[in-house]
Each structure stands twice: as structure tokens, then as C-alpha cells.
């Protein structure tokens, strides 16, 4: 059977709300089966804490300041090369079942006058994937939404109203049948109004499922994409109501933080919902509903595994457990995701190699700082391919996988664009300068904010990040390092796309002479004596 | 009559072979009437020292590390856009009648579907330009060569052999009939074997008046692009011995220069054309005739004013003189380019701007740091249009042509990339690591080395760049303040090209719940509230 990849994304999924990853009650014996089976790469870090540049990222191997897609429905420019261009070529189905949050680039596909109608602008619009069903989360009433065949399934079960994705499928119903949306967080604790079969995560499934029955002969790379546990937070029964205010970790927060922060702090300390997650009254409500739906996953997992493996698939099947971001919870004085603390940043990262060579690794816990762009070269090279190091910016996790991994890279790097965020554009003059870059080498976390102080975290002394040496004099030395560490990322080459280090050295490093340009030659006899030197006998 | 921009640029010009630049013997009235009547940006730099990236970055306005055809003949990446891009939806047909030695992206091309045969694809395979001619210089025996109708004109001129693009028009002959190769540099005093008016310099500029011409009523920017004075040194009578070694001015080196040299020196040293350029009888063989092209060409500059005036198009055609880098005539030791000093990194700029509001400037030098990078901006603004500066890197120069610039640049950037070169690629572990950067304040030169010292040059001390502070620890700050520079230039935003700051501005960056996405209220009534405080009432 030819070789695939199911490539298992969650959304807005924390690293630590797994039982492998140290969550005391939750329930997931699903994916800890998968990271006992496989390696889990404890150090993960995504190159974007906010889903759509994070998911870029993912798929074109690239940081965000090379792919140039910096927020949610910042258009990836035309022509840059996703998953499908570098996987395609080695024959290998590349598709999408679930969320991508890519916005295509209209107007440069007008530009080169590529149709969307046609197979390859279709291909170039979806991020390089065939699309077997695309849904970037629940359409708000009354907007134009996306193509997701999810909207036809409810109809199709019979879930009327004007919107079933959000009434039903994101929001409870009061005793006497009025819609308690998911978006308001007092109603987290609601089971929602659908049943649990038809509710998104298992119709991914069952639609992922489908692809994998009908393309059992085919090599394929099935990007597999929960929308969840993402907002609206609300789950269907029985998950609705699996863990209570008991199951909650505590919050982890200091009032240190809150004292003369920085001005980006202060600025994101103003969201709206960062004032929602102090309350304990939401926490109570969101986070068992934010864990229920993470297991009604893990259930999902099970299933796949079951399929997998009753078809026959799991011995020639990568597998990939992962996550786009993270989702402060409350933690830190704010809610949703979009800095760089861990609860952010910091994401899952399993991958189960069923391949003979990956057998000494099974069960490993890796700790070397791994980025989310390792994957994609990871991916090539599973199925035989040769990275292109001079468009892929990642690391392939292949030799970790099999045993033999070269030094460990010596930070990671995750990048921030604000300039559509309100309660911090004031912080820049101009939009292009609203760039937070987060650099991190497993003990100290800087973040270089853009015309402001950096920030600055010791997690060897303070691992939950409480205390911000940035403004402190004794740690200009660290701040010092790392902003070279910096510099020496942003100085290189990430747009020298068209040409591979490879092909450099073996057809154009040569001397001018050889292409019949002859130059610094005085006269006849000096051309001859340098050509008969030269002569390919 | 709608407005138009003549675009000339010559190859391998230097800064200060014109007589408005102070060359002491060289005549070029046209030239410098130009700058009489325009601008002269004395202090202008391109963004690398050699053709092709150079011209990517006149092309698209961006630097080199952005467009990333960082070296000869490395294909610019498809849907990079260039000034064609920019000008035909103002209306403005851009059209090429000469070199541009850009390599399209044919992978890309045909991953994306686009075919050259398609009115589009002819476009994206020439740099955006619509050909009138094109040709990138003389093609040597037996390579395939490039499209210009330059060929088919000497065959209908009569002129024989296999290849009078090389026998005629690049070499001289001997009294007994023998082709004297323009590629030897002791021809470089014969006259070529070719009557002048059918030489490559009157040849082009025949073929830009004749598509004037016809072009009279539309609105364009014809790109000019002369060959000359590019090597093979050689030109027709009579410009063949017009000048002579008398005219020649005196090399600019030092025997410091070759004392312990940086090992970038050291690698360039090692040329084959670096040791010729050192010899007397090549000087005095070469720069007369290179002298010669530059009057050959300034002779046709007035050939075009001449027909301006008499079409009446003058009046609203802006016309820029310039150069795509400069020619080391073996100053510092060296021949040809690709490295900083003012002779190979140095263009001349003018700028004949013929609206009334450009009146107050006639005649000016202005002393401002200027970059290649800065015209594409400024045609922009010429016919009217916004300047999308999230994609162009440059700075219009209209208000410095209108008398009411702004600031100057702190500093101007140019690059260089010697993977392909084969003296010097030793001094990289990897091709994609072979990257120079120099950053010049206008008194401090840096070139940044990867994996090297930096050198360093003060040119108020040492206008002619003798001396090399680099390893100099008494100058280490200057070197901090223009890395620091070089850091700040390398963090910016490269690649959000699909979105201009205006657009954020404007239509990205709001509050969530405009959307219909309700994030962080617990319940109908806080939601209810918020909705009538943020009502549009």
C-alpha cells in the first residue's frame, strides 16, 4: 500500500490540556496512545500565535515574514508554495477536510489571469489542497460564509432555522426552546442543541473518513482540521457535562503582572474578553466545556485509529497530532491566544512513524525546540522526496523520529502582527510596523516588541512567566544575545525561492568563461593557454 | 498629449564618467544638459552591484533580499510584481527596448498554469515589460540567445559571417581581413567592424524613436536600456579614437589596499580580470574605448532630445538617466563590479522632470541618499497614482524634483550575493550564506560579511576608501550603529505585499463583534448593551 499522512490539526488547542502532556483530569486515551506509539515533541512552538498566519506557516514551511500572510485574512501572495506544490510532484494527494483560514490572493491571481474555475487556480485559492470539505468555523447569521458541505449535513438531518450551524450546532436551547448562543460565555455549560453525531467534530471525522475509504490505493496527505476545541465554547452531550469546576487546573497568574506593565500588556490586559477570563464564574463555565470538547476529540482519534486500522492503513500511515495555537484561558489576566507566553505559543506536537526505523523512539519525550515549520520538510522527506532548504525554512523531525537527530536548533522564533488589533495599533506609527517577534532559546524569552522595550522572561527561575525582566539593566546582556540571535534570522535569505543551494553549486558557480564570455583576457595567446588549462580532457 | 517617462539606464556606467560629475575629459553635452535642465541625485546607490539584481530591484522598487533574484541569471520569482504591474492599471503602456537581463521563473510559471505564449504570460516572462526589443547584450558563438531583431538587422544590413553580433558589431578586423575578438582587451583601441549607425547604441535608440513614434497619443514609460559602455570594450569609429590615454584619469588605488587584506579583497584579487585591470596597457587599451561608448551613447541621448522636441513630446515627458551599476576600470587593484566602492555600487541619477512645479530645481545636485529603488515609487506618483509602499521599498523623489522633499534617508542598502562566484564562494559553508550587505550613512561605509569581520570605510577621512577599519577596534561603535541599522532595515516587513497599511487601517482593523463574532460577553444583556453603545446611530 503507498504511503500517506493523516495531518491531525486542532484549533485553539492548549499543550497542556492533554492527559500525555501533564493535564491531572482530562481524558484523552486516544491521543496518548498515538504519543505512546510515536514521539511527542515537548517543546513545540507555532510561528504565529493566532490561527491564520500560524496555519501559513504549517503549510508553506515558511516563518510569517516569508510567507507575508501576517494576520487572519491577510492574503497569501500568489505563487507562494504550500504543501500540495511540494508533495504533488511526488505523487501524493494533498487534502483538505476541515479548517485551512486561508484568504487567497484575488488580485494577484487576477493578475496572472489564473482562473479560480480552473483546476489550478481551484488549487491555488485552497492553499495548495484539494478540498474534500472545507469549514473554517460556525458563519455568523447573515454572512456570506464558506463552501463547507457541513451547512447541506445539518439540513440534510433535519435542524431547521435560519442558521442551524450556529443554533444548533453552537448554541443550547432553554426548556422553552429559545437559542442560548455559544458565543455568550454564561452558556458554556449548555449541551448544545444537535446531536453529538452531527455535531462539527465527529462530521470532520466521518467526512475524513470518507476520503481515506475511497483513496485507500492512493498516496495521500489528508490535513484533517478540527475547528475545535476553537469558540464558540459549547460541546453536545454527554461532554457538556463530563467535567465540572472540580477539573479545572488553577489559574496561573500574579498580581506582579498587572503592576506597571509593559504597554503591550496593558494594551491587550483591555480586550474585552481578557476582562471576561478573570472571572471565575466564566472560567468555571468555559473551561470544562473547552475540555469536553478536547475529548469529544480524543474520541474522534479513536475512531480513526479503529478505521486505520481495520483498513488496513496504519502500518504505511504518518501520523501527526498537533494544534495551531494555544488559548490563555484566564491565565495571565487574559483570555483567547495572540502573545507568546506558553499557554499561546506553545503547542502539541505528536507524530507517530509507523516505519521499522522509528521503533527505538516509540513512547520518546523530545525536548529539543521543535517549530511548527518542521513539519512540512518532515512531510518531503517521508515520502522520499528531497527538501527545498531554500523555500522550506523548517527542520525535517524525520532523523528524531528515527533516532539519529543532529544538534538541536539553538531558539525558536514565533512572530505577531497587531496592526488589526484595536486595543494595541496605538502602540506603532504605521501598520507595517506592528510586529512583535517572540525569541526563544528553552530558558530565556524575549519579545522584541517594535519601538518599544523588549520583554523578557527567565523560565528557568519563573516557568510560568510572571516576572518580565525586560526594563531590568541586569539582563541587558541576555536581551543582547538573543537580538542577535535575531538579526542573524532576519538576515537571511528568505526569498531566494527560484534557485536551490544545490543547483547554485553544481551549474552556476563556475567561472565566466566557460558559458564563451571571455573576460580579462589581454590577447589570443592568453585566451588559448587559459582554454587549452581549461579543456575538458 | 498624456504623460510619459523615458526610462534610460545604461550598463556598467560609472558615477564619474560624465562631464556633469566631474570627469575632468570625457564629453558628454547632452548628458549634462540633461542635468541642467533636471535634478542631478548626486548620491545615489544601487541595490546590488551587478545586473541582474540591480535591475530586479529598478524593476520591482524593492530590494534585492525582498524580490530575492539575489544573482545573475536567478529567476525572479513569479507574481513578484513589477513596474509594469504598477503602471498599466494608471493607464501607462511599459515598454522595454533594450536589456534587462531578467530570468523568469518557468517552474513557477507552470505551476501556476501561466503560459508564455498567453498575452499575460509574455508579460510575467518579461519582467512585466511589453517588448518592443529585447536584447541583454552580444550572445556568444553558438549559446542560443536571446530575441532581439538587433540579429536580423546587421543580416539585413549585410552584414556575413555566423554571428555579426560578434564579429561586426563586438570586434574589430585586421588590415587583412582577421577578426579581432572584442573580448580580447588589447582590441579594445580597434574601432569595431561596423558602420556606427548600425552599432547596438544607435541601433536601440533608433528602435525607442520608431516606437515613440507610433505611441505618440498613448500615455507609456519606455524603458531604455543601452548595453553599453558593458563590455566587450570596443566601439566604432570615430568614437574609437576619441579619446586617449592622456584623457585617462588616474587610478585610484593604494598599496595599503593590498596589505593583510579582508578575505573577501583577497578572493576578488584573485580575478583573472582583477590582474589584467591592474596592467597599464590594459587601462590605456580599455577606458578610451570605454570613454568612446559613453560619447557614443551621450551623441544618441541628443539624437532622442532632438526627436522629442520635434514630435512635441517634450513638454510631458519626464526622462531619467541612469545606470545599473558601475565599473571598477581597476581602481582598488580590481576590474568589472560586485563589490561597494563608490565605483561599482555608484550610479548617476538624473531627473528632467518637465512640469512647472519642477521649475524651482533646474540645475540642482542634490546631495540626499538616493536608491535605484526610489524611481519606481517616483513613476508611480508621476502618472498619478498611490504609491503602494507595502509593496515598493523606495521613496518617491517627485518632492525633491518639486522642491519640497522630506527628510533624507539615514542610510542607503545595497547587497550582494557571490554564490555563483567561484573565488569567493569559500568563504561560505553554504551557497544560500554568500551574502554581503553594505549600509552607507554618507559617511560610513559598512560592508557586512556573513561569517566574516565586517569592513569599513570613512569616507570624509578617506574619500577614496583606502583604508579598511574594520578590524579597527577604535571604531567598533560606528560598526554597532550601522548594524544596528542593518538590523533595523532586515526586521521590516518584506513580504505583506497583498495588503496595503491604508487597507488595515480602514477595513481590518476593528472590534470582533462587527463581524457577528462575540467574543468575551457572558450574556444577553452585556451584549445587548454593548451593541447599543457600538450602534452605528
Not at 180 to 188: D, E, N, R, T, V
Not at 337 to 359: T, W
Request: charged fraction near 25%.
Amino acid at each position: 500500500m503507498p504511503k500517506k499522512i493523516l495531518f491531525i490539526m486542532c484549533d485553539q488547542l492548549r499543550f497542556d490540556y492533554l492527559g500525555c502532556t501533564g493535564h491531572p483530569s482530562i481524558k484523552t486515551p486516544n491521543i496518548d496512545a498515538l504519543a505512546a506509539r510515536g514521539v511527542r515533541f515537548d517543546r513545540t512552538y507555532v510561528q504565529s500565535p493566532i490561527c491564520g498566519p500560524s496555519r501559513m506557516s504549517f503549510y508553506t514551511g515558511r516563518y510569517v515574514r516569508s510567507h507575508g500572510s501576517t494576520w487572519n485574512s491577510y492574503p497569501l501572495r500568489v505563487g507562494e508554495m504550500t504543501l500540495g506544490d511540494h508533495l504533488r510532484p511526488l505523487g501524493v494527494r494533498t487534502v483538505l477536510c476541515g479548517k485551512t483560514h486561508m484568504r487567497a490572493d484575488l488580485e494577484g491571481m487576477e493578475r496572472l489571469g489564473i482562473d479560480m474555475s480552473s483546476d489550478i487556480g481551484a488549487l491555488v485559492a485552497e492553499c495548495g489542497f484539494e478540498v474534500w470539505d472545507r469549514s473554517d468555523g460556525v458563519v455568523p447569521d447573515g454572512a456570506a460564509g464558506n463552501p463547507s458541505k457541513y451547512k447541506d449535513h445539518l439540513r440534510a438531518r433535519g435542524y431547521g432555522g435560519e442558521n442551524p450551524w450556529h443554533s444548533a450546532a453552537n448554541s443550547g436551547k432553554s426548556d422553552d426552546g429559545e437559542i442560548l448562543s455559544g458565543w455568550l460565555l454564561k452558556h458554556a455549560a449548555e449541551p448544545a442543541a444537535i446531536a453529538e453525531e452531527d455535531s462539527e467534530t465527529p462530521y470532520t471525522t466521518t467526512r475524513a473518513i470518507e476520503f481515506m475509504e475511497q483513496a485507500k490505493d492512493d498516496s495521500w496527505c489528508l490535513h484533517l482540521s478540527y475547528i475545535k476545541p476553537h469558540w464558540p465554547y459549547i460541546v453536545p452531550a454527554p461532554y457538556h457535562d463530563m467535567y465540572s469546576e472540580r477539573d479545572i487546573i488553577s489559574v496561573k497568574r500574579s498580581d506582579a503582572e498587572l503592576k506597571d506593565p509593559h504597554p503591550l500588556m496593558a494594551g491587550y490586559y483591555g480586550y474585552r474578553y481578557s476582562h471576561a477570563f478573570r472571572r471565575d464564574d466564566v472560567r468555571n463555565a468555559v473551561i470544562p466545556a473547552y475540555m469536553g470538547l478536547i475529548t469529544q476529540i480524543d474520541d474522534q482519534i479513536g475512531r480513526l485509529m479503529t478505521y486505520l486500522k481495520q483498513s488496513g492503513q496504519l502500518d504505511e500511515t504518518l501520523i501527526v497530532f498537533t494544534s495551531d495555537h494555544g488559548d490563555y484561558l484566564g491565565d495571565h489576566w487574559m483570555g483567547e491566544k495572540e502573545l507568546f507566553h506558553d499557554q499561546s505559543a506553545r503547542i502539541p506536537m505528536i507524530i507517530v512513524d509507523p516505519s521499522e526505523g522509528a521503533d527505538a523512539t516509540r513512547g520518546q519525550v523530545i525536548t529539543d525546540l521543535t517549530e511548527a515549520i518542521d513539519l512540512a520538510p518532515t512531510f518531503v522527506e517521508f515520502f522520499g522526496g528531497k527538501v527545498p532548504d531554500h523555500i522550506l525554512e523548517g527542520r525535517s523531525l524525520l532523523p528524531s523520529l528515527h533516532g539519529n537527530a543532529g544538534p538541536a536548533r539553538e531558539y525558536v522564533i514565533s512572530e505577531y502582527d497587531y496592526s488589526s488589533r484595536p486595543h494595541l495599533r496605538h502602540l506603532s506609527p504605521d501598520a507595517k510596523s506592528c510586529l512583535l517577534t517572540m525569541v526563544f532559546d528553552g530558558r530565556w524569552k524575549m519579545i522584541w516588541v517594535e519601538g518599544h522595550r523588549p520583554m523578557l522572561y527567565d523560565l528557568e527561575t519563573d516557568p510560568d512567566e510572571f516576572n518580565d525582566l525586560g526594563a531590568d539593566e541586569n539582563h541587558s546582556a541576555e536581551i543582547m544575545r538573543l537580538s542577535n540571535a535575531m538579526f542573524d534570522w532576519a538576515r537571511r535569505q528568505h526569498n531566494r525561492v527560484t534557485l536551490s543551494d544545490e543547483k547554485i553549486d553544481n551549474d552556476m558557480c563556475h567561472d565566466d568563461a566557460v558559458e564563451g564570455v571571455y573576460l580579462g583576457f589581454w590577447d589570443e595567446d592568453e585566451l588559448a593557454a587559459w582554454k587549452a588549462d581549461n579543456s575538458p580532457d
